[in-house]
T-cell receptor
Framework: SQQGEEDPQALSIQEGENATMNCSYK?????LQWYRQNSGRGLVHLIL?????REKHSGRLRVTLDTSKKSSSLLITASRAADTASYFC?????????????FGIGTKLQVIP | DTEVTQTPKHLVMGMTNKKSLKCEQH?????MYWYKQKAKKPPELMFV???????INESVPSRFSPECPNSSLLNLHLHALQPEDSALYLC????????????FGQGTRLTVV
């Protein structure tokens, strides 16, 4: 399978704590994206990190990418109850010039107020 | 306008019905996608359109027929579906065909009875 695999599959933390989610994949990528999905709704794009980048920040989000280990992590700092959602990594694999964004199984994050 | 709009939001259809899902974006994006998401599973890529041409078909059964009438519209025609096809169908678009974030619609919740 070309999709990413997230770890852990479920995470429960107290508001204010940091949440770290990991993603591993198997083949070379163009980039890796992280998305968030509230229950039963569409996905919201969080961050895109390119294969030649190692770290990227956006507000309370920090994403790292280690292409040698084929892994990425998403850190949410100072979590809030509103961060409760499922988070997916989406490696974009080389596919003949077309973007083929495929999703891992996701991490279900619960932030307890 | 940074939205991808999908209609209808909910659809119930019988196994002998013919229906269509619609997706629209006015961001000038050149790539559009259909995904299928079953409960508690990640979205699965079905089709990719690039510059209004079908570029990726992930071995989707012929009872699902995509159509891209113009650069802003993407349809998914449904015919002779099975109850196991019940799922959330998500449309997405991206600026280019590689290395760009995908914007998702809120999805159509399809129930086949």
């Amino acid at each position: 399978s070309q999709q990413g695999e997230e770890d852990p599959q479920a995470l429960s933390i107290q508001e204010g704590e940091n949440a770290t989610m990991n993603c591993s994949y198997k083949t070379s990528i163009n980039n890796l994206q992280w998305y968030r999905q509230n229950s039963g709704r569409g996905l919201v794009h969080l961050i895109l990190i390119r294969s030649n980048e190692r770290e990227k920040h956006s507000g309370r989000l920090r994403v790292t990418l280690d292409t040698s280990k084929k892994s990425s992590s998403l850190l949410i700092t100072a979590s809030r109850a509103a961060d409760t959602a499922s988070y997916f990594c989406a490696p974009d694999f080389h596919s003949g010039g077309y973007q083929k964004v495929t999703f891992g199984i996701g991490t279900k994050l619960q932030v307890i107020p | 306008d940074t939205e991808v709009t999908q209609t209808p939001k909910h659809l119930v259809m019988g196994m002998t019905n013919k229906k269509s899902l619609k997706c629209e974006q006015h961001m000038g994006h050149r790539a559009m996608y259909w995904y299928k998401q079953k409960a508690k599973k990640p979205p699965e890529l079905m089709f990719v359109y690039s510059y209004e041409k079908l570029s990726i078909n992930e071995s989707v059964p012929s009872r699902f027929s995509p159509e891209c009438p113009n650069s802003s519209l993407l349809n998914l025609h449904l015919h002779a579906l099975q109850p196991e096809d019940s799922a959330l169908y998500l449309c997405a678009s991206s600026q280019e065909t590689e290395n760009t974030e995908a914007f998702f619609g809120q999805g159509t919740r399809l129930t086949v009875v």
